[in-house]
C-alpha cells in the first residue's frame, strides 16, 4: 500500500494544511466532536506546518541550494511529526473512517477481496529419492503460468496411497500430506517396497477453505 502521506512537496502542503484545519474544526466551538487530543498535540502540530510552509516558500522563488536542504530537513520532520500525530490520535473512536478519508489517510481494510481457489490443478513429477522415500515436485501448470504455487496459494495437499491396481478416482487415496516447499518426500513402510504408489495433488488457498480440482493421478514404485 502507498503512503498516504504525499511525497511531492505542493501536494504534501496542501495535505498538511488540511489535515491542521480539520483537527481544529473537529475540536473547535463551544461543544467540540473531538476532545481527545490535547491543545499541545495540536498547537505542536500547527507550528510544524507553520516551519515546513516557511521553508517550504523560500523555495517558490529563486534560492539556494542550502534553502533547498532545508526545506528537504523541514518536510522529513513534519512528516515524521504528522504520522506520529495520526498514529496517536487520529484513531477509531472517536475519529471514523469517513474522517481518515477525509484526511486522506489510509483505512484498514477489513473486508479484504476473497481469494478464490485456482481452476485448475496442479502439475507433479514424481522422484525415487531412497529407500522407502518418494519426492513430490509440484508446479503451477498450464500456458502463461510461472512459479510452484498460484498466486494466494499456501501450498497443495498430496493425497496418496499404496495400491495392486489403479485406483478408481481420487477420492480412493486414503492417506494425504500437506506441502508447502518442493520437493516434499513422503515416506513409505518396509512392506511397501517395490509396490506402486498413487499420487493426486489439489492446492488449498490462504485464510480461507477452499482447494482447487483435482490433479490427476500419477504413479510410482517404492524404491
Known amino acids: 500500500m502507498a503512503d498516504y502521506i504525499p511525497s ?3 501536494l504534501f502542503d496542501q495535505w498538511f494544511k488540511f489535515l491542521n484545519q480539520y483537527v481544529a474544526q473537529k475540536c473547535g466551538g463551544s461543544t467540540p466532536e473531538w476532545t481527545h487530543i490535547p491543545q499541545t498535540a495540536r498547537t505542536a502540530m500547527s507550528d510544524a506546518y507553520a516551519a515546513w510552509y516557511t521553508a517550504y516558500a523560500n523555495t517558490l ?3 539556494t541550494p542550502v534553502e533547498t536542504e532545508i ?24 475519529v471514523t473512517d469517513a474522517d481518515r478519508t477525509a484526511m486522506g489517510i489510509h483505512n484498514k481494510d477489513i473486508h479484504p477481496t476473497p481469494i478464490k481457489p485456482p481452476e485448475t490443478g496442479p502439475e507433479f513429477s514424481i522422484t525415487q529419492m531412497g529407500p522407502r522415500r518418494l519426492g513430490i515436485v509440484y508446479r503451477n501448470g498450464g500456458k502463461g503460468k510461472k512459479g510452484s504455487k498460484p498466486a494466494g496459494v499456501r501450498g497443495a495437499r498430496i493425497y496418496y496411497g499404496v495400491f495392486d491396481a489403479p485406483p478408481p478416482e481420487q477420492e480412493a487415496l486414503p492417506a494425504s500430506t500437506w506441502a508447502t516447499r518442493c520437493p516434499h518426500t513422503v515416506s513409505f513402510r518396509e512392506t511397501d517396497r517395490g509396490r506402486r ?3 493426486a495433488l489439489k492446492w488449498e ?3 480461507e477453505n477452499g482447494e482447487s480440482p483435482w490433479s490427476e ?3 510410482e514404485l517404492v524404491p
Request: glycine share 2%.
Open 205 to 207: 488457498i490462504q485464510k
Open 61 to 63: 522563488k529563486p534560492h
Open 8 to 10: 511531492n512537496d505542493a
Open 71 to 94: 526545506k528537504n530537513e523541514a518536510k522529513e520532520a513534519s512528516r515524521a511529526g504528522a504520522r506520529a500525530f495520526v498514529n496517536q490520535y487520529l484513531r477509531f473512536p472517536p
Open 217 to 219: 493421478i500419477q504413479s
Open 197 to 199: 504408489a498413487y499420487f
